[in-house]
């Protein structure tokens, strides 16, 4: 059973572009939420996704957005980077209402 | 609103047990969590606790939970260089799915 999987691994961008990071949830889960992880600090909570839609956000700008698809698989796309959004980005899965949440391995976003 | 402090760092020799400590504010936490994190790695789920629970119990770990102080400690027994790691504490507020707070983590150093 994979557990939850994320692409790209690592990757480098320049300020004002765009990124986009995907998530496949672990079997069995319809919710995902999304995390920054900035370095030395403890994952900051973005946003959280159940049946497509966006249900909770933590504190952050409009330029974070994301998606969820029917298969519950989820993108976070980031606009307009700033050197600041440089991070490992996560995302964790679980069935709804459940205690248990899984993290994935994360994305590390630079950004030049 | 939400906080969650730790310890910044832990030293112990192998063969030792190691106890991790963590406060939180939020009294309304339902759930609260233990992850693992090993350099460039994502977040381990080692265990999570409800919170009308006082302890729970998996293997080397042993979680104790004092609801009236709000803290929470992790303990493992027999700790193993494969222990070394950061150790991330986190609660879930009522009324969230998977809106974690998290502790800024505890680097637990195992010594020979």
């Known amino acids: 059973d994979a557990g939850v999987t994320q692409s790209p691994t690592h990757l480098i961008k320049t300020r004002g572009q765009q990124v986009t990071l995907r998530c496949s949830p672990k079997?069995?889960?319809?919710?995902v939420s999304w995390y920054q992880q900035a370095l030395g600090q403890g994952p900051q909570f973005i946003f959280q996704?159940?049946?497509?839609?966006?249900?909770q956000r933590g504190n952050f700008p409009d330029r974070f957005s994301g998606h969820q698809f029917p298969n519950y698989s989820s993108e976070l796309n980031v606009n307009a980077l700033l050197l600041g959004d440089s991070a490992l980005y996560l995302c964790?899965?679980?069935?709804?209402?459940?205690?248990?949440?899984?993290f994935g391995e994360g994305s590390r976003l630079t950004v030049l | 609103g939400e906080d969650v402090e730790q310890s910044l760092f832990l030293s112990v020799r192998e063969g030792d047990s190691s106890v991790i400590n963590c406060t939180y504010t939020?009294?309304?936490?339902?759930?609260l969590y233990w992850y693992k994190q090993e350099p460039g790695a994502g977040l381990q789920l080692l265990t999570y606790?409800?919170?009308?629970?006082d302890m729970k119990q998996d293997q080397r770990l042993t979680v104790l939970l004092n609801k009236k102080d709000k803290h929470l400690s992790l303990r493992i027994a027999d700790t193993q260089t494969g222990d070394s790691a950061i150790y991330f504490c986190?609660?879930?507020?009522?009324?969230?799915?998977?809106?974690?707070?998290f502790g800024t983590g505890t680097r637990l150093q195992v010594t020979l």
């Open positions: 939020d009294s309304s936490s339902t759930y």
């Open positions: 996704y159940y049946e497509e839609e966006e249900r």
């Open positions: 986190a609660e879930r507020p009522a009324g969230t799915a998977s809106k974690l707070t």
């Open positions: 079997s069995g889960h319809d919710t």
């Open positions: 606790i409800f919170s009308n629970m």
């Open positions: 964790a899965s679980s069935p709804l209402g459940a205690g248990e949440l899984f």
